[in-house]
């Protein structure tokens, strides 16, 4: 943005008013157009608060950011010129004279102008331009305290920003002068790696300062390297503007940051439910059970998977619990009903918090979970579910476990209940492709239910008429068998190809009447050879189990050897293919699709009939 567009915005919120009326209290802040220099410069340490999401941004923004910062540095006569820009408001709380600062809204930007500054030292360090790298560092990232009482050279140096992390990676790996080899530990912290490591290669990338100095590429040495990350450096630090705004004291830090992010601005749900819980849960001694519940949440699903979005299981949890709501409608949602008394902030994380755990073995479900050998067929359809890639069903899943941990269902119906939703879900989504419309309501329904069950047999009911409902919504015979004729894996075409290994796998138990095999443990045969290059030679009916061994030695056979070949094979499934064609010479395309049609007849009307 340009110097223009600056000088508006200021216009904008300094006129806005220094005083404005907030549910009936008048809030006093102050605003200031600043430079990163006039902000970092200062002997000042921000501190993200404890509301404050993580932070979020991916490579998209930092193209964005970086091409800003670009775009306003022009080589003119072999010198750079440099135009200011407008890069937003940050909001903070406390005494302005003081020396911490609550970071209320803007830490996303701060923490990327800390990224590139601590990608700028490190390349300067690297450049054998340490002495300016350590100045720059000294100035904007790491400051000394006054303290004449201290003699220890260490103990009185601070962070100018402080990310108050469970972890300590931002700090180690990206703001110490002499970096440590941390380990990433959430997503967070992959995001700060990922925007460190963009920054790093950026700045000596020889395609970008071809196109700034004009030159041949050949022609760009460490001196032109140096002149282009001080550049950047002084674009950053010098001709960036911030609005800085101060607000005299946190408690109405929480208000101002809802209002701020309630226009348009990219926070999701999520993180404005964190803002009214922590808001509402001020109390941090002697525990601060705010932050413990909410890190709680964002540990187990960083432990499962670490780009989950937590707005996702946020929203599923509300589905189960009130009614179906859209992501953009939750915190609205949620909100209503903290007004209504319906609910309060700390009864509502701390189920959320402990719901947490079990969701995440929805999310991402592992065998040691399941390790009791009655268990297995649960962690079978967990895993199904997962690589159907469906997530409709989760809230009532949520109910579904919580109705058996209080022994309103039977081990046998919460297994049994499972096993029909895994069905389903094959039938209607992974081969039938059907519109999902009404079944999230369907689930949601069932899953309130379910929890507002006053007995056994109520929930028994509850399980039942779900049943009725999702076999009303399965397909066809004729729809789901053309479906299935669709699906293919070679290998130019992989997408389905752990889907084909879930269904030879299922077929296979369903004939052993056990669990012993695993859906990634197939290797999946081509019959006629892929080498032929036909359209059909990835359908379903071209495709047998195989383990490896098998699989290496029968590739180049014709298919007679290559029937004695599979006999071999631990797969009942594929000894009784062997059976059926020892008589058969070739393999065509007529008996490929009569062998797929076969498979999805049976898969229809007996192993996924519900």
């Given at each position: 943005m340009n110097g223009g567009n600056y000088l508006k915005s200021y216009r904008v919120i300094t006129n806005f008013a220094l005083q404005i009326d907030l549910l009936g209290a008048i809030m006093e802040f102050k605003a200031h157009p600043l430079s990163v220099d006039n902000l970092f410069s200062l002997r000042k340490q921000y501190y993200v608060s404890r509301n404050q999401r993580e932070f979020s941004w991916v490579e998209e923004q930092l193209q964005e950011f970086w091409f800003d910062l670009l775009s306003n540095i022009k080589l003119i006569d072999d010198?750079?010129?440099?135009?200011?820009?407008?890069?937003?408001?940050?909001?903070?709380?406390?005494?302005?004279?003081?020396?911490?600062?609550?970071?209320v809204d803007g830490q996303q930007r701060l923490t990327i102008i800390t990224i590139l500054i601590c990608a700028i030292c490190q390349r300067l360090k690297e450049l054998d331009n340490e002495s300016i790298g350590k100045s720059f560092y000294d100035n904007y990232i790491e400051g000394v305290s006054i303290d004449e009482g201290d003699d220890n050279k260490d103990s009185d140096k601070y962070f100018k920003l402080d990310r108050q992390s469970d972890s300590d990676f931002f700090k180690l790996a990206i703001q110490f002068y002499n970096k440590t080899n941390e380990n990433t530990n959430n997503l967070e912290d992959e995001l700060l790696k990922q925007a460190f490591n963009y920054f790093y290669e950026k700045l000596t990338s020889i395609e970008t300062i071809v196109e700034k100095f004009q030159i041949q590429p050949e022609k760009v040495d460490s001196q032109a390297i140096i002149k282009f990350i001080r550049a950047v450096a002084k674009q950053l630090t010098t001709k960036i503007k911030i609005i800085r705004v101060i607000v005299d004291n946190e408690d109405d830090a929480y208000v101002i940051f809802e209002i701020l992010n309630a226009r348009g601005m990219d926070l999701d749900s999520a993180d404005l439910i964190?803002?009214?819980?922590?808001?509402?849960?001020?109390?941090?001694?002697?525990?601060?059970?705010?932050?413990?519940?909410?890190?709680?949440m964002i540990n187990d699903f960083s432990d499962r998977n670490k780009n989950?979005?937590?707005?996702?299981?946020?929203?599923?949890?509300?589905?189960?619990?009130?009614?179906?709501?859209?992501?953009?409608?939750?915190?609205?949602?949620?909100?209503?009903?903290?007004?209504?008394?319906?609910?309060?902030?700390?009864?509502?994380?701390?189920?959320?918090?402990?719901?947490?755990?079990?969701?995440?073995?929805?999310?991402?479900?592992?065998?040691?979970?399941?390790?009791?050998?009655?268990?297995?067929?649960?962690?079978?359809?967990?895993?199904?579910?997962?690589?159907?890639n469906v997530s409709i069903c989760r809230p009532f899943l949520l109910s579904l476990f919580e109705a058996f941990s209080c022994k309103k269902i039977r081990y046998n119906e919460l297994s049994s209940t499972l096993k029909m939703i895994e069905k389903f879900h094959f039938l209607f989504n992974a081969i039938g492709s059907q519109r999902p419309s009404g079944v999230e309501n369907t689930y949601s329904f069932a899953a309130r239910r379910l929890l507002e069950a006053k007995s056994k047999h109520e929930a028994r009911g509850v399980l039942l008429e779900l049943k009725e409902k999702?076999?009303?919504?399965?397909?066809?015979?004729?729809?789901?068998?053309?479906?299935?004729?669709?699906?293919?894996?070679?290998?130019?075409?992989?997408?389905?190809?752990?889907?084909?290994?879930?269904?030879?796998?299922?077929?296979?138990?369903?004939?052993?009447?056990?669990?012993?095999?695993?859906?990634?443990?197939?290797t999946l045969e081509h019959i006629t050879p892929q080498a032929t290059g036909l359209h059909y030679i990835g359908m379903v009916g071209n495709l047998l189990p195989l383990g490896s061994s098998g699989n290496l030695q029968a590739k180049t056979a014709n298919f007679t050897k290559k029937v004695k070949i599979y006999n071999k094979s631990?797969?009942?499934?594929?000894?009784?293919?062997?059976?059926?064609?020892?008589?058969?010479?070739?393999w065509d395309e007529e008996k490929i699709n009569n062998k797929t049609e076969e498979i999805a007849l049976l898969a229809y009307n007996t192993v996924w009939k519900i």
């Open positions: 010198k750079f010129e440099h135009q200011e820009y407008f890069l937003g408001t940050i909001v903070l709380a406390g005494n302005e004279d003081g020396f911490r600062l609550s970071i964190k803002n009214k819980i922590f808001s509402d849960m001020r109390k941090s001694h002697p525990v601060d059970y705010a932050e413990k519940g909410w890190n709680k989950f979005k937590l707005t996702n299981y946020i929203r599923h949890w509300w589905s189960g619990h009130y009614a179906v709501v859209s992501e953009g409608s939750l915190y609205k949602s949620f909100k209503q009903k903290i007004i209504e008394g319906e609910i309060n902030s700390e009864s509502f994380l701390t189920k959320i918090s402990n719901d947490a755990s079990v969701y995440a073995k929805i999310l991402d479900p592992r065998f040691d979970d399941w390790r009791e050998q009655h268990a297995k067929q649960i962690y079978y359809s967990l895993l199904s579910l997962k690589i159907f999702l076999i009303n919504r399965v397909p066809s015979e004729s729809t789901f068998v053309q479906k299935f004729k669709e699906i293919k894996y070679t290998k130019k075409k992989t997408t389905h190809r752990r889907l084909i290994q879930y269904i030879y796998a299922t077929i296979e138990r369903n004939i052993r009447g056990n669990d012993e095999v695993v859906p990634l443990d197939i631990n797969f009942i499934y594929t000894k009784k293919f062997c059976e059926e064609n020892k008589n058969v010479d070739t």
